[in-house]
Nanobody, 127 residues
Framework: QAQLVESGGGLVQPGGSLKLSCRSS????????MGWYRQAPGGQREWVATINNYGHATYADSMKDRFTISRDGANNMIYLQMDRLKLEDTAVYSC?????????????????????WGKGTLVTVSE
């Protein structure tokens, strides 16, 4: 199991910026992709962005013009640069590593996914 630890959250004013970090205890190339999710107070978990091992990034529509996901394979880190923050961006931001494993041949040899989650870091956007 991989340990993922987020950092960089805090209090910021609307229009400000924050950069979140997620450190993995394992080589991030073990994961098929990694991503950021968020959960606002009283809300459901929401996908923010994903980056794969080729560096290809995808974003939720509401964030693609303001947020940038990146990765640093040498240090087993991913990042989320958040600009022009809005009040509604207030949430706990968590990173996830998606690993694809394969059963042994004696078990059938099927591929299956395993998700590794960090505990999250709180971002509060307030006046």
């Amino acid at each position: 199991q991989a340990q993922l630890v987020e950092s960089g959250g805090g209090l910021v004013q609307p229009g400000g910026s924050l950069k979140l970090s997620c450190r993995s205890s394992r080589d991030i190339t073990d994961f098929d992709d990694m991503g950021w999710y968020r959960q606002a107070p009283g809300g459901q978990r929401e996908w923010v962005a994903t980056i794969n091992n080729y560096g290809h990034a995808t974003y939720a529509d509401s964030m693609k013009d303001r947020f940038t996901i990146s990765r640093d394979g040498a240090n087993n880190m991913i990042y989320l640069q958040m600009d022009r923050l809005k009040l509604e961006d207030t949430a706990v931001y968590s990173c996830k590593g998606h690993e694809i494993r394969r059963q042994s041949l004696s078990e059938g040899g099927s591929f299956y996914g395993v998700e590794h989650w960090g505990k999250g870091t709180l971002v509060t956007v307030s006046e």
